[in-house]
């Protein structure tokens, strides 16, 4: 099981990382390797593949795109000849006069042998491939030859394994075993979030149980956008026992032999960890294959942009973050020291930019129009905007990209300015609750085995200390599980009264994450690591008249 890390559109550099891991499976004396699902494109490729609507007439066509479909796959057919002491399946798309396919090409001594299309079409939360692809009507099992032997090889795509999950009504993977097939391969590229290896074990486990046939999941791996993608592929045999398990947010070959009579128990993981895993491997990847190297993060001494710091550091490199103090009036001192401490304390670079001078210039020009009226919400988001426009300065002048530093509980209440602290190239925790934030603070300080991000982060009161004695106008413990019941399990307003929230909290709550649908709209992109994320899983309307206890 080859889980790569392939980058999307990069077909050269894709093909070559296939070919090297065909190699290293081949030296390892592996009979079969099986790649991830799309390895060759990356995925999603999202527009970079026509829409079925735009194919034909004739006069929609798009050629760049057209090209790009008629490239993979020719990279595929000059990847077979090189392929010829193993037999390898390697996920590309298809095409036919008027349609494409999410295909699986199986290939060995020099040729390619079969192609094999999905047939279960994923479209909800983040995956849209009824917009490009059509499914297939057929999956047979493909002959290959394993040392001198017939093996009937069942090869099926991501979502064909997800059958009864989702309840599509079709078995691929039943219609496989009854065909004859005796080895099941299932490439992916299945994105991550919190409590999704259960998930896929229990199907796993389950279906090969009842088939009697060993299942080898075949998962990528990588940052893609705002996707992070975990690997951790899986096999297991014929009595549904774990047999074998890749390594999580990392790039590895994973060589199994059966029958085995080895079993594993399910991988153990920390919650925490692997939270803190994912958002690392997200930036890493964001950067890495964006061609920034240099981030700037504004540094508030607030827990958040602590995390957002910490995180940088672990994926970046401590040379490569510019931390940067932007101290106004309203300033306590111990924000002012916190964030030098947190600083020091990575090892990072930390200016100091005091932006008194430039809101005292935005005040007097504003003292007309304004009418003298007095000071409200308008002043305090200045201050935000000043310190959005200076980062963003700093980003420009040097090339470094800026990363955002506001939550997912912020995020859905709407609670951060447009142009402000909303500012950036990467929105990092806007994933992560509030409640998670702190979480994850105190564990990373836990295995640091030092105080790394100050303990006053912890135990001060949360404030964006916009203007004398302000503090956050909720209480987090409250409002923090509330939007992600709002948010990740679409409660609606009476399941979450009949839960026990406060009827005035849930309906302000519902009120402010219905309103602040157009500042999310502008928000930079979020990395997902839960079941439901702000960005390409969320398609809520702006315009939104729905009364709120009929839902968003």
């Known amino acids: 099981m080859a889980q790569i890390n392939p980058t999307v559109g990069d077909l050269e550099g894709n093909a070559r990382i296939i070919l090297e891991y065909a190699r290293r ?12 699902e799309m390895a060759m494109t990356g995925y999603p490729p999202l527009d970079l593949l026509p829409p079925r609507e735009t194919r034909p007439p004739s006069g929609n066509r798009r050629p760049q795109q057209e090209d790009f479909v008629r490239l993979n796959k020719q990279y595929v057919h000059d990847l077979s000849k090189e392929i010829r002491s193993i037999t390898a399946v390697v996920g590309f798309v298809d095409y036919d006069e008027t349609n494409l396919f999410n295909a699986a090409a199986v290939m060995s001594q020099g040729k390619l042998n079969s192609v094999i299309h999905k047939s279960l079409l994923p479209t909800y939360d983040v995956f849209d491939e009824q917009r490009y692809f059509t499914p297939a009507l057929v999956n047979n099992p493909v002959k290959v030859e394993i040392r001198s032997q017939p093996v009937f090889l069942g090869t099926s795509i991501c979502e064909d394994l997800w059958d009864e999950a989702v309840g599509y009504g079709v078995q691929v993977i039943d219609a496989l075993a009854k065909e004859g097939a005796k080895i099941i391969v299932n490439i992916n590229a299945s994105p991550f979030h919190h409590g999704m290896r259960a998930t896929r074990l229990n199907i796993l486990t389950r279906k090969a149980k009842r088939l009697g046939i060993p299942i080898f999941y075949v998962n990528m791996v990588g940052g893609q956008d705002e996707l992070v993608f975990d690997g951790e592929s899986m096999a297991v045999d014929g009595k549904g026992r774990l047999i074998a398990v890749g390594k999580q947010f990392e790039e590895d070959l994973v060589i199994i032999d059966i029958p085995t009579d080895h079993e594993l128990p399910p991988p153990a993981r920390v919650p925490e960890q692997e939270m803190l895993d994912a958002l690392v491997l997200g930036v890493r990847d964001y950067f890495r294959k964006t061609g920034f190297e240099h981030a700037y993060i504004g540094l508030s001494g607030g827990i958040d942009s602590s995390l957002v710091a910490v995180i940088a550091v672990t994926a970046l490199g401590k040379e490569n973050i510019t931390g940067v ?5 309203y300033s306590s001192s111990h924000s002012k020291s916190d964030a030098r401490v947190l600083a020091e304390n990575l090892g990072i670079e930390f200016l100091t930019i005091a932006i008194e001078p430039i809101f005292v210039t935005y005040l007097e020009q504003l003292k007309q129009p304004f009418k003298e009226g007095p000071a409200d ?15 963003m300065a700093l980003s420009n002048k040097f090339g470094g990209l800026v990363l955002a530093t506001g939550n997912k509980t912020e995020l859905a209440l709407g609670y951060a300015t447009l142009y402000g602290d909303m500012s950036g190239g990467l929105e990092v925790i806007g994933d992560v609750s509030k409640t998670e934030v702190y979480a994850l603070s105190r564990y990373y300080n836990q295995k640091a085995g030092r105080t790394v991000i100050p303990e006053s982060c912890f135990s001060k009161i949360p404030s964006a200390e916009l203007k004398a004695d302000q503090f956050d106008p909720f209480d987090y413990a409250i409002v923090s599980p509330l939007a992600d019941d709002i948010i990740e399990n679409r409660l609606s307003r009476a399941e979450l ?5 406060d009827e005035s909290v849930v309906d302000d709550c519902l009120r402010r994450v219905r309103f602040a649908e157009y500042k999310r709209r502008q928000a930079p992109p979020v990395i997902k690591i839960t079941k439901k994320a702000f960005g390409l899983g969320w398609k809520m309307p702006i315009v939104n008249k729905l009364p709120l206890d009929q839902g968003l």
């Open 25 to 36: 499976a081949t030296e390892a004396g592996a009979d079969l390797v099986a790649f991830p």
């Open 377 to 391: 919400v308008a002043e305090e988001n200045l201050q935000s905007r000043i310190r959005g426009s200076l980062l």
């Open 497 to 501: 009264l009949q839960k026990g929230y």
């Open 325 to 329: 103090s932007m101290p106004s009036r």
